[in-house]
């Protein structure tokens, strides 16, 4: 019995796992086309960082309450609620419970919007370096006019502009602290309507409906890619075009998942706050998510500090950042969100079961996906980066420079894409059994040590710094999910370890395997092409790269029987 279950948690998870990475695929180049749209109006200008800026506020929010919610606490108390039957008494208990913690999110979103929209203009001051007035040098810059004075090689002299120079500088810099204090208010009510849509997949996700959910984010980048195009002659600058865009996107998020939430039986309506703040189901909730929060908050203020110390760095350096996180998101959103958020519900069933082998199985095989995904697509961009962005951003107001800049970047940020995707894998393994103590942990950690990193790293490398600092953060947040694999005797540390780390080597020499020819090839063919447009100028390239590497690649895996391939193969052909 305990094989046919197996057998049967597998295919469940592959077809949902596919009919997710279709949604989500679908997502992501649709946020990539929001993001050509953005390079397009804003390219790196101002606007495009002010833009990022405010977007990143209540985005950072919804990660910290809205999908921190879903995930670490509210799915696994839904399923121990439909665990227990579908009598009378349990479906009572189980609709309480879904009022009560709907009244939560709406009441307490509620009021962080009103708050957020009244303190905004006290918070936008820190993504906004002032310039230095030349008539009142501070004893901060007199002290790193010395220090560039006695270690050159470290240290570089502030510029101290002139009257004229610096007074355009304190124009350009109210420009951009009014922009993003005015941007930031139109989109913090998406934290609202976005907290809903969450709690909908949430209901959706629990009884294993994944499809309405994954296809929200398509309709989302869409109705803000239509909004830009549409409202832009209308508005200052196409910034606010996207802002209201982001809004409508939102409320039609939540919307569309309304009639299907409908009919899983299960209604949706408010209750009393009294009954909220008692209610057994939503206190475990509460208790789950307040810890959580907390390392959820270090790890997400990662973008923040990330955010702020790059809007002191220079102009184009925001935009920049996320333009090449936007692209690593793109290969991440479509393997590790879907595998994290379709394995979550499996790996509660087996905690709640006690099936712990089943559990571990299930865990080391997404691992390996992972690594089979992550670290074959890191080579491949590191090889064709420049012409990825070139072919994907290039347009408009996304110049030369604007290449440069996110190709500094986006080379940082990709060599964290495995670490980025296991953390996505792991910290499901501990929030399935109800610890979201160590995952928090591991992330207050995280943060910390990417606070250090970014801010010494950005002083000598710029934005290449920033994303540097991530990547290693990143690694460093791994490294103690592992760790912390000790502490949880269901896990079978020595072999989880033992399995990554040799198939880790194993895709690594693959991949490098399959990347000698493409560098070698990879200039020639650059070369044939650059006299062309665009498309054909830099898809070429990548296209003619990608089906050397992929070819190369998949005849190693198929010569040396990988365990994963022919587990994909054996699962598709039933």
Same mark, same amino acid.
């Given at each position: 019995?305990?094989?046919?279950?197996?057998?049967?948690?597998?295919?469940?998870?592959?077809?949902?796992?596919?009919?997710?990475?279709?949604?989500?695929?679908?997502?992501?180049?649709?946020?990539?086309?929001?993001?050509?749209?953005?390079?397009?109006?804003?390219?790196?200008?101002?606007?495009?960082?002010?833009?990022?800026?405010?977007?990143?506020?209540?985005?950072?929010?919804?990660?910290?309450?809205?999908?921190?919610?879903?995930?670490?606490?509210?799915?696994?108390?839904?399923?121990?609620?439909?665990?227990?039957?579908?009598?009378?008494?349990?479906?009572?208990?189980?609709?309480?419970?879904?009022?009560?913690?709907?009244?939560?999110?709406?009441?307490?979103?509620?009021?962080?919007?009103?708050?957020?929209?009244?303190?905004?203009?006290?918070?936008?001051?820190?993504?906004?370096?002032?310039?230095?007035?030349?008539?009142?040098?501070?004893?901060?810059?007199?002290?790193? @006019?010395?220090?560039?004075?006695?270690?050159?090689?470290?240290?570089?002299?502030?510029?101290?502009?002139?009257?004229?120079?610096?007074?355009?500088?304190?124009?350009?810099?109210?420009?951009?602290?009014?922009?993003?204090?005015?941007?930031?208010?139109? @989109?913090?009510?998406?934290?609202?309507?976005?907290?809903?849509?969450?709690?909908?997949?949430?209901?959706?996700?629990?009884?294993?409906?994944?499809?309405?959910?994954?296809?929200?984010?398509?309709?989302?980048?869409?109705?803000?890619?239509?909004?830009?195009?549409?409202?832009?002659?209308?508005?200052?600058?196409?910034?606010?075009?996207?802002?209201?865009?982001?809004?409508?996107?939102? $409320?039609?998020?939540?919307?569309?998942?309304?009639?299907?939430?409908?009919?899983?039986?299960?209604?949706?309506?408010?209750?009393?706050?009294?009954?909220?703040?008692?209610?057994?189901?939503?206190?475990?909730?509460?208790?789950?998510?307040?810890?959580?929060?907390?390392?959820?908050?270090?790890?997400?203020?990662?973008?923040?500090?990330?955010?702020?110390?790059?809007?002191?760095?220079?102009?184009?350096?925001?935009?920049?950042?996320?333009?090449?996180?936007?692209?690593?998101?793109?290969?991440?959103?479509?393997?590790?969100?879907?595998?994290?958020?379709?394995?979550?519900?499996?790996?509660?069933?087996?905690?709640?079961?006690?099936?712990?082998?089943?559990?571990?199985?299930?865990?080391?095989?997404?691992?390996?996906?992972?690594?089979?995904?992550?670290?074959?697509?890191?080579?491949?961009?590191?090889?064709?980066?420049?012409?990825?962005?070139?072919?994907?951003?290039?347009?408009?107001?996304?110049?030369?420079?604007?290449?440069?800049?996110?190709?500094?970047?986006?080379?940082?940020?990709?060599?964290?894409?495995?670490?980025?995707?296991?953390?996505?894998?792991?910290?499901?393994?501990?929030?399935?059994?109800?610890?979201?103590?160590?995952?928090?942990?591991?992330?207050?950690?995280?943060?910390?040590?990417?606070?250090?990193?970014?801010?010494?790293?950005?002083?000598?490398?710029?934005?290449?710094?920033?994303?540097?600092?991530?990547?290693?953060?990143?690694?460093?947040?791994? $490294?103690?999910?592992?760790?912390?694999?000790?502490?949880?005797?269901? @896990?079978?540390?020595?072999?989880?370890?033992?399995?990554?780390?040799?198939?880790?080597?194993?895709?690594?020499?693959?991949?490098?395997?399959?990347?000698?020819?493409?560098?070698?090839?990879?200039?020639?063919?650059?070369?044939?092409?650059?006299?062309?447009?665009?498309?054909?100028?830099?898809?070429?390239?990548? @296209?003619?790269?990608?089906?050397?590497?992929?070819?190369?690649?998949?005849?190693?895996?198929?010569?040396?029987?990988?365990?994963?391939?022919?587990?994909?193969?054996?699962?598709?052909?039933?």
């Amino acid at each position: 019995m305990s094989n046919e279950n197996a057998q049967s948690n597998n295919k469940s998870l592959l077809k949902s796992g596919l009919l997710l990475s279709l949604m989500t695929f679908m997502s992501r180049i649709m946020g990539l086309l929001r993001e050509m749209t953005k390079a397009a109006f804003l390219g790196t200008s101002m606007y495009a960082d002010a833009f990022t800026t405010a977007f990143m506020i209540p985005n950072l929010l919804r990660r910290l309450f809205a999908e921190n919610a879903v995930s670490a606490a509210f799915i696994p108390t839904f399923k121990k609620y439909l665990s227990k039957g579908d009598e009378q008494e349990n479906r009572r208990q189980t609709q309480e419970f879904l009022k009560s913690t709907f009244t939560l999110v709406s009441f307490l979103t509620a009021c962080i919007v009103v708050l957020g929209i009244a303190i905004t203009p006290f918070i936008t001051p820190i993504f906004c370096k002032k310039p230095i007035d030349p008539y009142n040098i501070t004893l901060f810059v007199h002290f790193k @006019m010395w220090l560039a004075s006695n270690m050159p090689a470290l240290f570089t002299p502030p510029v101290i502009p002139s009257a004229e120079d610096y007074a355009a500088q304190i124009q350009s810099w109210l420009s951009k602290k009014n922009e993003i204090t005015v941007l930031t208010r139109i @989109m913090f009510p998406y934290l609202f309507v976005i907290s809903i849509a969450a709690f909908f997949q949430g209901i959706l996700n629990g009884c294993k409906i994944f499809a309405p959910s994954g296809f929200t984010p398509v309709l989302f980048n869409g109705i803000v890619i239509a909004g830009t195009y549409i409202l832009s002659p209308f508005t200052e600058n196409p910034a606010r075009a996207m802002s209201f865009g982001v809004i409508v996107g939102g $409320i039609v998020q939540a919307l569309f998942q309304l009639p299907f939430v409908l009919k899983t039986k299960w209604s949706v309506c408010f209750t009393s706050l009294k009954k909220t703040f008692t209610n057994p189901g939503t206190k475990k909730v509460v208790a789950l998510i307040v810890p959580t929060i907390i390392g959820m908050a270090a790890y997400q203020l990662n973008d923040l500090v990330s955010t702020a110390i790059a809007s002191r760095t220079g102009d184009g350096i925001v935009s920049s950042l996320q333009y090449s996180i936007r692209l690593q998101e793109l290969i991440l959103g479509i393997f590790a969100v879907s595998i994290g958020t379709v394995i979550l519900p499996d790996l509660s069933g087996l905690a709640n079961s006690k099936r712990w082998e089943e559990f571990n199985n299930m865990l080391i095989q997404a691992i390996k996906i992972m690594t089979l995904i992550s670290i074959p697509v890191t080579v491949y961009s590191l090889i064709t980066g420049k012409e990825l962005i070139s072919l994907l951003y290039k347009s408009k107001k996304f110049d030369d420079e604007s290449v440069r800049l996110t190709l500094g970047v986006f080379h940082f940020h990709i060599s964290g894409l495995l670490f980025i995707a296991l953390n996505r894998i792991i910290s499901p393994a501990f929030y399935s059994q109800g610890n979201t103590k160590l995952p928090t942990l591991a992330g207050i950690l995280s943060f910390g040590a990417n606070i250090v990193l970014v801010f010494i790293l950005s002083k000598f490398m710029g934005g290449n710094g920033i994303a540097l600092g991530l990547t290693l953060a990143s690694l460093i947040n791994t $490294i103690f999910l592992f760790a912390f694999m000790k502490k949880m005797k269901s @896990m079978n540390i020595r072999r989880i370890a033992k399995s990554t780390i040799i198939y880790i080597i194993k895709i690594c020499i693959y991949s490098a395997i399959a990347a000698l020819p493409c560098i070698r090839l990879h200039p020639i063919i650059v070369r044939v092409f650059a006299s062309y447009k665009r498309i054909i100028a830099f898809g070429m390239p990548v @296209m003619l790269t990608a089906i050397l590497f992929g070819t190369i690649g998949v005849v190693e895996l198929v010569i040396t029987k990988d365990e994963i391939v022919k587990a994909i193969f054996r699962k598709v052909k039933r």
